[in-house]
Each structure stands twice: as structure tokens, then as C-alpha cells.
């Protein structure tokens, strides 16, 4: 039983992780893409948060650059495949406002994030006895020169993302792109691409030569694996809950076909996605039966999307609506929408009852000490579920009525060009202002199987 433990927390995910960061960015293309290096330092601290609070804030920046990061992605595909401009304006000046919020996201979010992570490192170091990290030199010690060297590179990297952009500014009116400043754009992306790798180079050889010192560590690798082991044992049950956390979540997110947001007349969130995330969020908590809801959303919205394909390679660069078989295709298009939306409704209804069934027979609140405590633990309880029922109920209410812009969308457009922006309103809404707090507040209440068998 001694010789049983053969693996400890590896580093070579840390390393990877930072090799997709800082990378050359052309007009919102990035070539490494940022959200890959993000998730992976999301994976690796969701090892050692728990050990510390500064791995832990460093864990909760790092999400949300990574769906920053998808975003920008996101919008770099709207920018570059929307259509047709009405002129010569919008798509310089669209780019140039996004690579400058992107540039300044990153180095609001990024610097402190890697603040964070470089400080946890060194409290774990000087903890477990390892004088690798925190001894000085010049002093400073290895992590507070990392961090010194990271700001900077972050504050010139965001730099280099605005600078080519700034082109935009030379256009003039009755210009076309191939005048003035602008018709230089490819030049100045080309000198910034330069600047790019050269930051690129700086930082690799900053990020493995850090790394490098993690790896050498063989026994500070080994001990925050047993000092994870002995946090584990001394809260038992987080694991789970953290795992039906997730499955909310995934559950929550499905709702996002409901918003009806599209380039070129295309889906952001097709109902094949949100269908499979509903699937993996029901076969999580494990609940018999209740994923067979999701197969109509990712079926439809699968036939869906290849009919649309087929519309959109045969018919869209001719008349399409002047022609017999165009119209076909366009009329099944929309039909299989709308019937993606209804099975999505009718997900939403199955995923309600179930929350809140589970909710109900699966969350309690208890007082061990005290003379009351259970008549004390019986009413919190009762509170919280009531608190849980109202968030769940006003979610399927904002879900309903973004349901119904969005159909109205559907069968109005293009008419009524602007319904998305209603739907999309209670949709969010309904999910990050009801939904997701509820889920965050259920897991911390949510008796396990743990819990059961004591």
C-alpha cells in the first residue's frame, strides 16, 4: 500500500499551456490560439486552487479569458465572413474597435491573472520547502521577476494587436481601401507580425525557463500532490458537488439556441451543440431517461445544418428566391428551424421539472450543534428551496419569451431585423442573472452520496 502512489502533479501541462499565449495575431486571427492556452491552465489549477487562494482568483481570471478569448474568435469570424459592407468604412473601423477592446481586455485580465498565478507558486514553494522559487536574486525572487517580465510583453503584445488597426483612421470619404494609409494595412500587419514573434521568442524563453525550475522539483511535485490528497480528505464530498455544478451548467448553456444570433443568416449556436451539451449534462447526473430529451434538438439541428449547407453552396450566389427549387430549399431551412426551436422548448420544459425535482429532493441545509438545530436546518432548507424555485421559475419565464422573439424572428426576418436583440435579452438574462447563480447556490447544498450513506 506504501509503493501504491506512482503519480504526482505533473508541470508539462503548464508548460504547454503558456506556449499557446503571446502568439502572432493578424486583423483578430490569431495563429495559437489563445482559448486552447487558457483552458489549459483552467485544467491544470483546477489541480492546486483549493491549496491556495491566489491559484484559486488566478483559476477564476483565466476562465473568463478563455471565454474572452472565444469571443474574440467569434467576432473575428463575423467581421471576415458577415457579407457584403454597405461601404468601405464599417469593416476597418469594426476591426479597429474590437483589436482595440481585445487588446485592452487582455491587458486588464491577463497581467493580474499571471500576478496571481506567479505569487501562489511561491506561498506553495515557501510552504512545502522549496526554496526554488522564492530565493532572491538582485533581490527579487525567480516569481516576482517573471512577473515584472510578463507585464511587460502582456502591455507590448496588446500594443501590436491596435497598432495596424490604426489604419483605419486614415480613410477618407469617397476613399476606397486601396487609397490612402489604408492601402498600407498588409504592410503595417506585416512589421507588427515581426514585433509579434520577436515577443513570442521573449516570452518562450521566459515561460520554459520558468517551467523548467517547476520540473526540476521532483519533490515539490510530490508533496502538493499529498497536500491536495490530505485537502481532499478534509472536505469530503467537494468533488461531487463540483461535478453536479458542472452538469447545471451544461444543462443551463443548452438554453443558448434560443438566441438568436447568426452571420450570414447562420446559427452562433446551433442546435447540434446546445442539443449534445444538454446530452453530457443529463448522462452527468445520471438520471434515467431524461437525456432522450436532448436527441429531437441535436437530430433536427443536425439535418438542419447540412440542408442549410446545401442551400447556401447551390443557391445563394444565384436568385435564390427566383428559383422553383431554391425556394424549397429555403422553405425546408426554415421549417427545420422552427421545428428546432420547439424541440428545444421542449427540452427546456423536461430540464425545468427535472431541476426542480432535484432541487427539491437533492439540497439541504444542516446545523450540527445547537439546541434547535434540526428544527434550524429544517427551515434554511425550506428557504433555500423556495429561493431556488423562484430563480428557476423566473429563468423559464425569460427562457419562454426569448422562445418566442426568437420564433418571431424566424418567421418575421427580414422584415423585423431587429427581434434578436429582445430574444437574446432574456435569454441572457434568464441564465446568468437567475440560472446560473441558482446552480452556483444548489451545489453548495447539494447532498452528495457521501452525505447519504452517513
Not at 3 to 22: A, V
Not at 85 to 101: G, I, Q
Not at 131 to 151: G, I, S, V
Not at 158 to 183: H, N
Request: hydrophobic share 50%; net charge positive.
Amino acid at each position: 500500500m506504501e509503493n501504491r502512489r506512482t503519480k504526482t502533479i505533473s508541470f508539462r501541462l503548464l508548460l504547454f499551456s503558456g506556449l499557446f499565449l503571446l502568439s502572432p495575431i493578424f486583423a483578430l486571427v490569431d495563429i495559437l490560439p489563445d482559448a486552447i492556452g487558457f483552458l489549459l491552465f483552467v485544467l491544470f489549477l483546477a489541480k492546486l486552487s483549493d491549496l491556495n487562494d491566489e491559484l484559486a482568483d488566478a483559476r477564476r481570471l483565466f476562465s473568463g479569458l478563455f471565454v474572452l478569448s472565444v469571443l474574440r474568435e467569434l467576432f473575428s469570424l463575423i467581421v471576415h465572413t458577415a457579407g457584403k459592407w454597405e461601404n468601405a468604412f464599417e469593416a476597418p473601423t469594426l476591426l479597429l474597435v474590437l483589436s482595440f477592446l481585445c487588446g485592452l481586455l487582455q491587458a486588464l485580465f491577463l497581467i493580474p491573472a499571471f500576478g496571481h498565478l506567479y505569487r501562489g507558486f511561491s506561498a506553495l514553494s515557501e510552504s512545502c520547502g522549496i526554496d526554488a522559487l522564492w530565493a532572491t536574486k538582485r533581490n527579487l525572487t525567480l516569481c516576482e521577476r517573471a512577473e515584472r517580465r510578463t507585464t511587460v510583453l502582456v502591455l507590448l503584445h496588446s500594443l501590436f494587436i491596435v497598432l495596424p488597426e490604426l489604419g483605419a483612421l486614415g480613410l477618407r470619404q469617397g476613399q476606397t481601401t486601396d487609397e490612402g494609409l489604408y492601402a498600407f494595412i498588409n504592410t503595417y500587419r506585416i512589421l507588427a507580425g515581426i514585433g509579434f514573434l520577436i515577443l513570442m521568442i521573449l516570452w518562450w524563453i521566459l515561460w520554459i525557463g520558468f517551467c523548467k525550475v517547476l520540473l526540476r522539483e521532483k519533490s515539490f511535485s510530490e508533496r502538493l500532490e499529498l497536500a491536495r490528497d490530505a485537502d481532499i480528505a478534509a472536505h469530503p464530498g467537494r468533488a461531487e458537488r463540483r461535478s453536479f455544478y458542472l452538469s447545471l451548467c451544461l444543462l443551463g448553456l443548452s438554453m443558448l439556441v434560443f438566441l438568436p444570433v447568426r452571420t450570414a443568416d447562420c446559427s452562433i449556436f446551433p442546435g447540434t451543440i446546445c442539443g449534445l451539451l444538454g446530452l453530457f449534462g443529463f448522462l452527468r447526473l445520471r438520471i434515467p431517461k431524461r437525456w432522450i430529451a436532448a436527441l429531437p434538438l441535436i437530430l433536427i439541428g443536425l439535418v438542419r445544418i447540412l440542408l442549410h449547407l446545401l442551400y447556401l453552396g447551390d443557391h445563394l450566389p444565384k436568385d435564390a428566391l427566383y428559383e422553383t427549387e431554391a425556394y424549397d430549399f429555403y422553405f425546408a431551412v426554415r421549417v427545420l428551424h422552427g421545428l428546432e426551436f420547439l424541440s428545444a422548448a421542449l427540452l427546456l420544459c423536461v430540464l425545468y421539472l427535472t431541476l426542480r425535482r432535484l432541487f427539491t429532493e437533492r439540497l439541504s441545509v444542516s446545523f450540527e450543534t445547537g439546541e434547535y438545530a434540526e428544527e434550524a436546518s429544517r427551515r434554511a432548507t425550506e428557504k433555500l428551496q423556495k429561493s431556488l424555485q423562484k430563480k428557476l421559475r423566473f429563468g423559464m419565464i425569460c427562457f419562454s419569451v426569448s422562445a418566442l422573439f426568437s420564433i418571431a424572428d424566424l418567421v418575421l426576418r427580414p422584415g423585423f431585423a431587429y427581434l434578436w436583440i429582445p430574444a437574446t435579452a432574456f435569454g441572457t438574462a434568464g441564465l446568468f442573472a437567475f440560472w446560473l447563480p441558482a446552480f452556483r447556490e444548489a451545489a453548495d447544498d447539494f447532498v452528495t452520496l457521501k452525505d447519504y450513506r452517513e
